[in-house]
């Protein structure tokens, strides 16, 4: 005899304020010992008071659901409601914080100014700084260290390379090879941050620009997808 009660559960609980909700569309009934997913106009479905999406912070509903041989389950659905006005600062922070992609990145905002860091899988790391050089280190098995400092303009366009090879030695250029390679490099990491940063629509610009001024400048966050 099936006497186990269907469960509810939530598949999108973050919202921003003034976003319509259809809780039809954002919920999954399940029966865990009989039917498995139950479509919602079939589990009599009866929601207790409505989401408010007219402030930032947390509201619920309570919602009643029955599954064919009459168990009939509650639960509290809480979601969260952000505001989708923010500083492009702040904005940037909390995709970094929640990225789970195979790059690794974190933020240095040392003297004012902007870096993204990053480590690409465990043969090279670097960091961009938004004001006029990017960095890279390759590290191999030894104990050799090979620095790059790529000097680029306001189209991330290097305009100068200078390369240290593991015995001091420096190398400045401005074209050939050595340019191009690098310049394939940085294209790469801006794309994947721009990826990182949802940036579709480049409606976020970092070049010359100070945390200060990043953390003045207000972005919508529904304009970036």
């Known amino acids: 005899v099936d006497t186990t009660p269907p469960t509810v559960e939530l598949k999108q609980d973050t919202f921003y304020i003034g976003d319509n909700i259809n809780v039809e569309e954002i919920v999954k009934i399940q029966d865990l010992s009989q039917e498995g997913e139950i479509a919602y106009n079939e589990a009599n479905?009866?929601?207790?008071?409505?989401?408010?999406?007219?402030?930032?912070?947390?509201?619920?509903?309570?919602?009643?659901?029955?599954?064919?041989?009459?168990?009939?389950?509650?639960?509290e659905l809480k979601i969260k409601v952000k505001n989708p006005v923010m500083s492009i600062y702040d904005y940037i922070v909390g995709q970094v914080n929640a990225s789970d992609s195979y790059t690794d990145y974190s933020i240095d905002t040392s003297n004012d100014k902007f870096t993204i860091k990053y480590k690409n899988g465990s043969v090279k790391q670097g960091w961009i700084n938004y004001t006029d050089k990017i960095y890279y280190s390759y590290l191999s098995t030894g104990s050799f260290v090979f620095t790059d400092i790529a000097y680029f303009n306001n189209s991330y366009k290097i305009t100068k390379l200078v390369s240290t090879d593991s015995w001091g030695k420096k190398s400045t250029y401005t074209s050939g090879s050595e340019v191009k390679d690098e310049q394939k490099y940085l294209d790469e990491e801006l794309k994947s941050q721009k990826e990182l940063l949802n940036n579709k629509n480049n409606k976020i610009t970092l070049i010359n620009k100070t945390v200060s001024q990043l953390k003045k400048e207000k972005i919508d966050v529904r304009e970036l997808k």
């Open 45 to 75: 479905a009866k929601i207790e008071g409505q989401f408010d999406t007219s402030k930032e912070g947390e509201s619920k509903v309570t919602i009643n659901v029955t599954d064919k041989n009459g168990n009939t389950g509650t639960q």
